[in-house]
């Protein structure tokens, strides 16, 4: 037997709403009548094949506007005059997944970017010069400022079958040995969150990466300054710096109560030198990886 099916259009709005952060959102929804011979109830799945349309699906005449959800109701009717109202809203508010599917596996990655403010003792000035008072010397503990790093967030779902957890704390921490998100190689650290989540039957992973952006580069960057310099070049004997050592015509030899900047040799930097030759020690620390193994 044929199995016959109508599908009718009984009515249609559309509304534009301005959105609390003053974004318009356009909203349409069409109601429909469903009937069929069919000897048997149709399935929800038979029923959104026969309509066309799916969450997801663009309205015909806003391709911004995404399905979103789609209602059907039984009318009281008997095999074989099945009919049902079908109620369908579309908006450009909806967010598109990646396939039409239930899996929240499925859901696209999203991103979120924001600066991060930290209150800390800096050491170097935006060209990487040691900061220095007006006698040459650097400041005790450093200078207090409220730095602002870049912070990108990615979030996603990972399907828990075979999920590899120690990945997560491995990752943590590492920075860009490739470029990434524009950044240069090893200005962006990478630590990661994961949460186990059940929805309905499906069993998944929660993941969020944050990257956090800082120029100036993640390995650990101290002032390369002390208390005792190198008598020469090469040489491991060490002394004392006195004040006698800035330009050799100071009256006493009393030693330095902060520690001196020190050249890449380890001797004392003059103060006609500074900041200019004033160095800093990378301190290699944290491990790095390609970020694009991600798969973000």
């Known amino acids: 037997m044929t199995v016959t099916v109508w599908i009718g259009l009984t009515s249609q709005k559309a509304k534009s709403t301005i959105d609390s952060d003053g974004r318009i959102v356009r909203n349409y929804s069409h109601d429909y009548l469903y009937q069929t011979d069919a000897l048997s ?122 999920y590899d957890k120690t990945a997560v704390l491995a990752n943590s921490g590492k920075w860009n040995s490739a470029s990434y998100l524009g950044a240069a190689i090893e200005t962006l650290q990478v630590d990661i969150k994961s949460t186990e989540t059940y929805e309905g039957g499906y069993h998944f992973w929660k993941e969020v990466y944050t990257f956090t952006y800082r120029p100036k580069g993640i390995q650990p960057r101290p002032a390369n300054v002390g208390f005792y310099q190198r008598t020469g070049i090469g040489s491991n004997d060490l002394l004392h710096i006195t004040e006698r050592d800035f330009d050799g015509t100071s009256p006493t030899d009393n030693k330095v109560q902060e520690p001196e900047p020190l050249d890449d040799h380890g001797i004392l930097v003059p103060i006609s030198a500074r900041p200019g030759s004033c160095k800093f020690i990378v301190v290699d620390f944290y491990d790095s990886m390609d970020f694009a193994t991600f798969a973000l």
């Open 41 to 162: 109830r149709p399935t929800a799945a038979d029923i959104a094949a026969h309509l066309g349309i799916v969450p997801g699906s663009p309205y015909g005449d806003d391709a911004n506007a995404i399905a979103g959800a789609i209602e059907i109701s039984s009318r009281m009717t008997r095999i074989p005059h099945l009919a049902y109202d079908l109620h369908v809203d579309w908006s450009t508010a909806t967010t598109l997944p990646l396939a039409v599917d239930t899996d929240p596996t499925t859901m696209r990655t999203l991103w979120t970017i924001e600066p991060t403010i930290q209150s800390t003792y800096i050491f170097e000035d935006r060209a990487k010069n040691l900061i220095l008072n007006t006698a040459g010397q650097p400041f005790d503990g450093g200078v207090p400022a409220d730095v602002r790093y870049g912070t990108v967030t990615a979030t996603r779902n990972i399907n828990a079958s075979g």
